[in-house]
């Protein structure tokens, strides 16, 4: 489950795209985080990485990142970058499905970005989403607006839908954060929830 983005155009370069994807997260990841945030996380569904190492930055020094992704390759990707980078975060990739039980520790966050289109069945992970936070652990979504996929979402979430499917999972000051256009299906969304305690 990788992070999905509009192809490049003919004539764009690969560097001036990511540079632009890149933006875009920060745009839509920096207001979900508090500064100073920190303590044990997991992206989930990581992908290539472009909010992985967004997100390393994020975080507070000695922080934690669990970077999971079912696909060896895009890990591979993400090792080999990381090791061309001067982290103040711990980064550990994680071979698995997030969709199947996570042999993780209690986690102070959890980062869906661009990866929840591709589940079907989306309340029994919240479910399980909820269970493996920590008291007051936060749950952090990007997603595309729409009720409306396509071939590469397959599934997407609805903003509402998220605030809905929060509340049937017992988390609690669920709100939108950030909103961005999307040349793909018009609208990306941030939408960040707690556990209670």
Not at 26 to 31: K, V
Not at 43 to 64: N, V
Not at 153 to 182: G, K, N
Request: charged share 20%; with cysteine.
């Amino acid at each position: 489950m990788s992070v999905t983005w509009n192809s490049p155009r003919n004539g764009d370069n690969l560097s001036t795209q990511r540079e632009s994807w890149t933006a875009k997260a920060r745009l839509l990841l920096t207001p979900a985080l508090a500064a100073g945030e920190g303590g044990v996380w997991a992206e989930l569904g990581c992908g290539d990485g472009i909010f992985t190492f967004l997100l390393c930055e994020l975080l507070a020094p000695d922080s934690h990142l669990y970077a999971v992704d079912r696909d060896r390759m895009a890990l591979q990707r993400v090792t080999q970058r990381a090791a061309t980078l001067s982290l103040a975060t711990t980064l550990t990739t994680l071979h698995a499905d997030f969709t199947r039980p996570l042999r993780l520790p209690p986690l102070d966050g959890i980062l869906l970005a661009n990866a929840l289109h591709f589940v079907a069945e989306k309340q029994p992970l919240f479910d399980s989403l909820a269970a493996l936070l920590k008291a007051q652990g936060k749950l952090v979504v990007v997603e595309y607006n729409t009720r409306q996929g396509n071939y590469a979402v397959p599934h997407p979430l609805h903003e509402m839908d998220f605030l809905a499917l929060t509340q049937s999972a017992s988390l609690s000051e669920a709100q939108i954060v950030a909103r961005a256009p999307s040349t793909f299906l018009g609208e990306m969304y941030t939408g960040v929830a707690r556990k209670p305690g």
